[in-house]
C-alpha cells in the first residue's frame, strides 16, 4: 500500500542527508552523502555547490527505491549562512564561501564597520560585522576576484539553491536573509537597498519567504532528475540548524537549542529583539520570532580530530577512558579553539591550547579535557545569552554528539541546566521534513518527536566546575598575546593542517 509522505533534506558540513518520512512521523526511510570541504588558504573554507545538488538527486532517488510512498511536498535545509554567487543561469561562478569558520574577509569587515560605522550595523541588522557575515565575503570577492564578481547576478545559499534547481524560483528565507549582515534590514524585515547597492549592485535580490512557505513547485526537468512527481510544493527552508531546532520544538520563547555536531551551535528564543554583539541577532524561522544565536567554531571536529590522533580503539575506547579520568581530567585545561573562535569571543586568531600536561596523563584524560571544553565553551555562550537580557527557561539537545551519554552529561555537569533529549535526533532533515507536512497535513511534533529522556547536572560537581570556569576565562585572557603570535606565523608557513568536518557520535 503506497503511503502517503514528504521528503526533507539538509546539505551539511560533513554531508548530506535526507529522510523520507510519513505523515504521522514515521520514518520510511533515509540516506546519506559523507562529502568534504576544502581548505584552498588558511582561514578559507569552501565548497563546490554542484555536490549539493548531485546529492539531493541521488539521496533522493534512494529514497524512493526503498520505499512505496507518494511523496506530497519537500522541505529543505543546509548549513549557514554560505556566500554562493551564480550567473542569471545558476551556475555557480565560484565555490561557495561556507559560514562563520571562514575567517578570509577580515579586512571587509574592517572597511564595511568604517563606511557605515558598526553601531549603525548593529542598529539596522541587529548583528555584527563578524566572519559569520555574508556581506563582508561578497565584498572579499569583489576586491580579489573582480572578473568573477562582475559576472555575478544571484546570490545563494545551500537550502535555496536546492529550491532553485527543484523550482527555478529565485528565494530566501527571512532567518537566512537576516544573517546576510549587512544586506537586510532586520527591524523592517527587509532588504536594505541602500547597503545592497553598495555592495551587491548587479546581483538580484532573492524574494523572500519565511520557512513554511511555499516557494515554488517541482518543475518537469527537475522531476525527471530526481524522480519525484512534478508539480509537488517546496517549502523555502532555512539554514539546517533552525530546521534542527524545529525537529525538536525547541523555537519558542525561552528555549535554547544546543547542536552537538561537528560545531557547537546556539539558538535562544528571545521575547523581544535583542542586540548583543559578538552574538548573532536574527529573526527565526517562522514569522514573528526572534533569536539570539552562537556558536563554537569546532567541537566534534576536535574529538575527531582526537580520535585519529590516538590511533586504533575509537570513540568507544575514548570515551571509556575519558570517563576514568573523571571530571576535572586529572589537572588538565583545553581552550578549544582549534579553528578560531566565534562567539563570544570572536577571534579568528585564538588557537587551541592544553594545559596542566604531565608524562602521566593519557589519551583519556585529554578526550575528557576536550569534552570539558567544549562545554565550558557552552557556559560562555549562555553567559553571554543571559547579559543580553535573554531568559533560558529550557534546553534541548540535538545532533550527532548527543547519541552518547558522555557529553551531554558533562555539559550538564559544567553548565549547571537540565537538557531535554527527543526521541529523534536526525537533525535538519527531519526537521525540514516536519516543515513540508506542514504544507499538506496537520502534524504534531510531540507525536512525530516524543521526549526520550531529561539530563540532570549532578549539583555536588557545580563547586569543581565553577572554579574551572574561572581558570578557563582567564587562560584565554592570558595567552591570548602568544597563540595570536603562533597564529600569525601559520598564516605566514602557509598554515598547519585543519582536520576535515566529522560527524561526531561518540561521546
Known sequence: MTTRAVLGLDIGTSSSKGVLVALDGEILARADRPHQVTRPHPGHVEMDAEIWWREFTDITQELLDAADAEVLCVGVSGMGPCT?????????LRPAILYGVDTRAQAQIAELNAQYTDEAIVARCGSALTSQAVGPKLAWIAANEPETYAAARRIFMPSSYLV??????YVLDEHSASQAVPLYDATEARWYQPWWDDIAPHIGRPRLCWSDEVAGTVTASAA??????EGIPVLAGT?????????VD???????MLMYGTTMFLINTVREPLSAPPLWATVGAFRGTRNLA?????????????????GAGGYAELV?????????ARGLLMLPYFAGERTPVEDPRARGVLAGLTV??????????ALEAIALGVRHNIEAFLSAGAAIDRVVAVGGGTQGALWTQIVSDVTGREQELRTHTIGASYGSAFLAATAVADPVIDTWNPVARIVRPRSELQPDYTELYRLYREMYAGTAGIVHALADRQLRAGGAKEPEPTEQRGA
Do not use: F, N, V
Open 360 to 369: 602521566t596523563h593519557t589519551a583519556g584524560d585529554i578526550y575528557r579535557a
Open 320 to 328: 571509556a577512558a575519558a570517563e576514568e579520568s573523571g571530571p576535572g
Open 164 to 169: 532553485w534547481q527543484l523550482t527555478g524560483e
Open 239 to 247: 539554514i539546517d540548524a533552525w530546521a534542527e531546532a524545529i525537529s
Open 224 to 229: 525527471a532528475m530526481t524522480d519525484l512527481p
Open 294 to 310: 552562537g556558536g563554537l567554531s569546532t567541537s566534534g571536529a576536535i574529538t575527531a580530530w582526537l580520535k585519529d590522533l590516538c
Open 250 to 256: 525547541a523555537h519558542r520563547p525561552g528555549d535554547l
Open 84 to 92: 554562493l554567487i551564480t550567473g542569471a543561469d545558476g551556475r555557480p
